[in-house]
C-alpha cells in the first residue's frame, strides 16, 4: 500500500468530481465528495479490474447502491483508464453516457444499476452468490448511505448475505450523518450502526473513512474473516472538500459560478499540496 499515491489519487478523484458536477452546474456534490478516499483505495490498491475490459469475468465488481453518488464513479474510472475524465463532463446531458445516477447500459465500469435506494444492496448480494456458485473468486464491494439504511432492504440484503455466508462480499456503509432531507438522527435516528450491521451477522468494523491507511487495513481484515459477509462502517464529512457544501453538509448543490470556482481552486491546490508534501 503506497500512501502518498493514494491520497494523491484521492485529491484527484475530488477535484475531477467537481469538475463533473460544475459541467453540469448542480448535483449531488455531498455524498460524492466524502467518498473519495474510500474509492481511491478501491481503484488505486485493492480491486481487480481491466480498464480495457469492463466486463472481464475475472474482475471485482463494484455496486455503488447510493447511486445518487454517480460522479465520484465516474471521476474514479475516468482517472483510472476506462475512458477520458473529461468525457464525464457531459453528466446527465442529452445522449451522455453518464446519467446523474450509476447504470451498467451505459458507463463503462459501472457493474450494476443503482438509484433506487436499497436495491443495490439485493442486486449486490445477488451478484456475490452468483459468483460463488460459478466458483469465482470475485469479489463484491458495495456502497451504502446512511440515508439508505432507512431503507428495510438494506437489513434484508445483509441478513440474506450472512444466512449464506457469503464472504466475498463486503459492504461499506457511508455515515455521513446526512440524507437528503438532513440529518440521519432528525429523520430516522439509527443508533449504532455497527453493532446493528454485526448484529445481522456481518464482520464489521467502523474507521474514519478519510483515512487511506485505515480503510485499506480495514479491507484486509475483512477479506481475512472468511465465514461470512463483512461490513466497513466508514465515518465521514458529507461534502468533503467541496467548500461551499462541506460547511452546511449539502445534499445538493447549485452553487453560483464564483463559489464554484472557489471550489475548483481549493481542489486544485489540496491536490497540489499533497503532490509537494
Ligand atoms: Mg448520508
Sequence with gaps: M???????????????TLRVIHALGFGHVGGSMDLADL??????EVMRFDPKNPRWEDRDWLVMSKGHAGPVAYATFGLTGYYPVEEAYT????HTRFPSHTDRKL????????????QGVSTAVGAALGNRIDGRDNRVFCIVGDGEADEGQVWEGFHFASAHKLSNILFFLDKNGYQLDGSTDDILPHGDLAKKAE????YTQEIDGHDVMAIYDAIQKAFAHTDGPSCIVLDTIKAKGATFAEPKREHSSQPSEEL???????SEK???DIMNS
Excluded: H
Design 260 to 266: 464554484w470556482q472557489e471550489a475548483l481552486a481549493a
Design 199 to 202: 448484529a445481522f451477522g456481518l
Design 270 to 272: 489540496a491536490l497540489q
Design 107 to 118: 458507463t463503462p465500469g459501472v457493474d450494476l444499476t443503482t438509484g433506487s435506494l436499497g
Design 39 to 44: 474509492m481511491a483505495v478501491l481503484y488505486g
Design 2 to 16: 503506497n500512501e502518498k499515491k493514494c491520497k494523491v489519487l484521492a485529491a484527484q478523484i475530488r477535484l475531477e
Design 91 to 94: 453528466l446527465n446531458k442529452p
